[in-house]
Nanobody, 125 residues
Framework: QVQLLESGGGSVQTGESLRLSCVVS???????MGWFRQVPGKEREGLAA???????SYADSVKGRFRIDKDHTSGTLFLQMNSLKPEDSALYYC????????????????????WGQGTQVTVSS
C-alpha cells in the first residue's frame, strides 16, 4: 500500500517562502508526481508535475514562483514556493501515478492513483 504524506505548510506573510515535502512510503512503482491545491468551494487546481513524459509542467498561476523537484534517492517530492500571495492560500496535496503521462495531462487531471491528505498553506497580507 502506497502512502503519500505532505508536510511543510504553515502561515506566512505575503512575499515569504515555504517548501512543501511529500514523502512516499510503501511498495510502489510511482513514476509521475505532482502538486495540487484546493480552496473550499473551488475545484482542485493542478500546480506542477514532474517525472511525467516530458520534464515538468506548471500552472500559469505559479510559473516563475514555484518550483517542483524530486529527490530520486528517497523518492520525496518537493514544492518550493516563493513570493507567496494571499491567493496562494489553500490545502496543498501531492498526487502520484504508476504510469507515465504527459506532464500537462497529469496536472490537468484529478484522477490519480494516489493522493496525500494535504498540508495547509495560509498567506496573509
Amino acid at each position: 500500500q502506497v502512502q503519500l504524506l505532505e508536510s511543510g505548510g504553515g502561515s506566512v506573510q505575503t512575499g515569504e517562502s515555504l517548501r512543501l515535502s511529500c514523502v512516499v512510503s510503501g511498495d510502489n512503482a510511482i513514476v509521475s508526481m505532482g502538486w495540487f491545491r484546493q480552496v473550499p468551494g473551488k475545484e482542485r487546481e493542478g500546480l506542477a508535475a514532474i517525472n511525467c513524459a516530458v520534464g515538468t509542467s506548471y500552472a500559469d498561476s505559479v510559473k516563475g514562483r514555484f518550483r517542483i523537484d524530486k529527490d530520486h534517492t528517497s523518492g520525496t517530492l518537493f514544492l518550493q514556493m516563493n513570493s507567496l500571495k494571499p491567493e496562494d492560500s489553500a490545502l496543498y496535496y501531492c498526487a502520484a501515478d504508476t504510469e507515465y503521462v504527459g506532464c500537462t495531462s497529469f496536472r490537468l487531471s484529478t484522477v490519480h492513483n494516489y493522493w496525500g491528505q494535504g498540508t495547509q498553506v495560509t498567506v496573509s497580507s
